[in-house]
């Protein structure tokens, strides 16, 4: 094994070691307790007495557990520069553990740098650490732990273009770990995801929801229960992403049940995540039970302005399902206020909503930000989606300039913009068809026929809409009464 190869510490460093152990110990308890000054403190504090040991493996793995650490804060709380100093510490933490020979540490320190950059929206960088961090675990001396990590990152990488090489990749790395392993759990859900994808559906329902109940099963701690409820929001996921609505919500159900049950080891974040998602699966079905769910997260939720956002998101999202379309601006506000979501993206979507209550000055200066954002996020991070984003904000804000009785500017963006909409948006025929749309009512005044001519193609491209919410049917009613109106 890799440990084999590493320097033990003196008598004098093993003396040490307990006490920066539970420094780093307190940090991990006092993220989860929500206490992030202190939290952040406790591993800065673990990180200086390693530099005082001068053991180069704890030094690793007191990186490791800060970068996480921050990573960590970042999603939760946003805490200022801790993404960067999370990057910084992974990095030295890969330098340290390799010079030390220790493979397995390198491997976990470069895995959890490519989340970061992740994180970073830094796609290049993230595929260059994790190639690296599978690369170092192929080495001869890496534990079974750390190959199976390996055999997991190469399937997920495999699973879209060698869908049958990641199944027997994930295969390996069950077989590595063994039976109710923490982690065994993310092979079987990864197994499953790609027999789904390949067409295997049926399989790889079966597969997941007897893991999870196995896992369920199995608990003997508290805090197993609370491992086997994850597993069940996982497998709500999931099953929505094969239009199981019914099993998802069942699913989040039994997760949220769990987390109520064992609380203090759940901790009120990932209890109000559980109920969270559960209000975002019954939102299409059962409103009030939804708006129950979204108040008890918003309760549990207090101590995080990010999950606090994404709840007050959801709620609006469910608002604007229903029609109930100033509510959905109010809550989208509160969301923006918390966090604000990916750059850019929540102010997208108070973009449209504002054009849907008829506020197209208020859409325009929402549509502003999003499309200042999106063209760094294009520009810095080049992709499909960024350019699908930025393509679907500006036609937003061609509709908004219309609606705004500005139509010479609008009808200029539009005819830019329409052909990347086209190009870039065609899983989504709303939007394709209301930028059709807006441009026909832009043009009719000196183009009529070709204004009607839009206006039709835009009928077509709405009217393909799976499962159409109501602002979806509005704007299909609309389309409808002017081409009535303009014969």
Not at 116 to 129: F, K
Not at 132 to 150: D, F, I, K, M
Not at 209 to 236: F, R, T
């Amino acid at each position: 094994l890799a440990e084999d190869r590493v320097r033990p510490p003196t008598p004098a460093q093993q003396a040490r070691l307990v006490d920066a152990q539970v420094m780093i110990a307190r940090a991990q308890l006092a993220a989860m307790q929500q206490h992030y000054d202190l939290a952040r403190s406790s591993a800065d504090d673990a990180l200086a007495a390693a530099r005082k040991i001068g053991y180069p493996p704890f030094l690793a793995t007191a990186q490791i557990q800060r970068g996480m650490l921050l990573v960590g804060l970042w999603r939760m709380n946003a805490t200022p520069h801790a993404l960067d100093d999370a990057i910084a510490a992974l990095l030295e933490a890969a330098d340290l553990a390799d010079g030390a020979s220790d493979d397995n540490q390198r491997v976990t320190a470069l895995g959890e740098l490519s989340e970061a950059y992740g994180e970073n929206h830094d796609a290049a960088l993230a595929t260059l650490a994790r190639r690296l961090a599978v690369s170092a675990s192929r080495r001869p001396n890496a534990s079974h732990e750390t190959r199976a990590q390996g055999d997991e990152w190469e399937a997920e990488d495999l699973a879209a273009r060698d869908p049958e090489r990641a199944l027997a990749d994930l295969r390996e790395a069950v077989q590595l770990r063994g039976e109710f392993h923490n982690k065994h759990v993310d092979d079987i859900k990864l197994e499953a995801t790609i027999l789904g994808a390949t067409g295997r559906r049926d399989q790889a329902k079966t597969m997941f929801a007897a893991d999870a109940a196995a896992l369920e099963a199995h608990a003997k701690q508290d805090y197993d229960h609370v491992i086997a409820a994850g597993e069940l929001m996982s497998l709500g996921v999931f099953l929505s992403s094969l239009d199981d609505h019914d099993g998802a919500i069942a699913a989040y159900r039994r997760a949220a049940a769990i987390c109520d049950r064992y609380l203090e080891q759940a901790g009120t974040l990932f209890t109000g995540s559980a109920h969270m998602m559960l209000g975002s699966a019954l939102s299409a079905s059962d409103d009030q039970g939804a708006n129950a769910e979204f108040r008890r997260a918003l309760a549990l939720l207090a101590g995080s302005p990010v999950l606090l956002g994404q709840t007050y998101f959801w709620m609006a999202a469910e608002a604007r399902r229903h029609d109930r379309g100033l509510e959905a601006m109010y809550d989208l506000e509160r969301a923006i206020a918390l966090h604000g979501g990916d750059p850019g993206a929540f102010e997208n979507l108070a973009g449209l909503f504002s054009l849907e209550v008829g506020q197209p000055a208020a859409a325009r200066r929402y549509l502003a930000i999003a499309i200042d954002a999106f063209a760094r996020l294009a520009h810095d991070h080049p992709s499909n989606s960024a350019d699908r984003d930025l393509a679907v904000a500006r036609s937003r804000m061609g509709w908004a300039m219309i609606d705004d009785h500005d139509e010479v500017e609008g009808v200029a963006l539009l005819e830019r913009v329409l052909p990347d909409v086209e190009r870039l948006a065609r899983d989504s025929p709303n939007q394709v068809g209301a930028a059709k749309f807006a441009l026909a009512r832009g043009i009719a005044a000196r183009d009529p026929a070709r204004a009607r001519t839009l206006a039709h193609a835009a009928r077509l491209a709405v009217a393909a809409t799976v499962d159409p919410a109501p602002p979806t049917t509005r704007l299909l009613a609309d389309i409808d009464r002017w081409l009535a109106a303009h014969p």
